[in-house]
């Protein structure tokens, strides 16, 4: 990705703070927000078994569902337990010829994923010994892991607290 100029990030800079200025309100000011959270994200694979291999077997998320998509017949439609009642959802779409996708406007950047600080340390060593790439500790991150779904989905992988990010809580406790 290419890096603004000294300008460029002084300009994007003030743009942020204005933003914030405008639109960001002191935890004790904001009102309750009207979701009760993320059902489910619904994600799209090209082999349903290595997302199972991959989501359950190696990353420890419990597939939790397995059914036909009610809305494409010859489709599956299955869930993971990310716990505190969220799933990751996924759909395969036989015969579409769907193509990779690639990081655009509208697209899924990431999905972080809190993890204990316990799992996090062992999730990394599996990784580590598996040979399964990832980068995050070695950019300074130490709370976060990036790796790759076997269909080139970003996953984070963070040992913070749901809520907590940048080193503090986001809902103002």
Known sequence: MPQPTEDEAAQLAAHRAELRD?????????????????????????????TIEFYQGLLGFPLIE?????????????????GNSTLLGFFD????????????????????????????AMLRARLDERGI???????GIEESLYLRDPDDIQIELLSDDLMYFGGEWLDGR
């Open 22 to 50: 405008r639109y960001l309100k002191p935890a004790a000011e904001r009102p309750a927000s009207t979701a009760r959270g993320i059902h489910h994200a619904a994600l799209i694979c090209s082999d349903p078994e290595r």
């Open 66 to 82: 397995l059914v036909e998509n009610r809305d494409y017949p010859g489709s599956s439609h299955f869930f993971f337990d990310l």
């Open 93 to 120: 779409f036989p015969g579409l010829g769907l193509q990779p996708g690639q990081e655009s406007l509208g697209s899924v950047q990431h999905i972080a994923i809190s993890v204990a600080p316990e799992q996090h």
């Open 133 to 139: 790439p990832y980068v995050g500790p070695d950019r």
